[in-house]
């Protein structure tokens, strides 16, 4: 594997996965959001919140290992 295209790769994830928890952070920010969508919907965008911050963990340990 080559290890630039790798970390060039994995560079090009993260920005995809900050973006989207970007987004998570905004709507769960907007009081709007969280007072009128169903609690379910409010439970979901937590979740992924959750996820998506766990994968920029593993990415950015990952990036370490490459030296980027």
């Known amino acids: 594997v080559d290890l630039e295209q790798e970390r060039a790769r994995l560079l090009k994830r993260q920005q995809e996965l900050e973006a989207e928890e970007a987004a998570c952070r905004s709507r769960l920010e907007n ?3 969280v007072q009128k969508a169903p ?3 409010v439970q979901r965008e937590r979740e992924r919140l959750a996820r998506v911050q766990e994968q920029l963990v593993a990415l950015r340990a990952q990036l370490k290992e490459l030296g980027a």
């Open 31 to 33: 009081e709007n959001f």
């Open 39 to 41: 609690a379910p919907v």
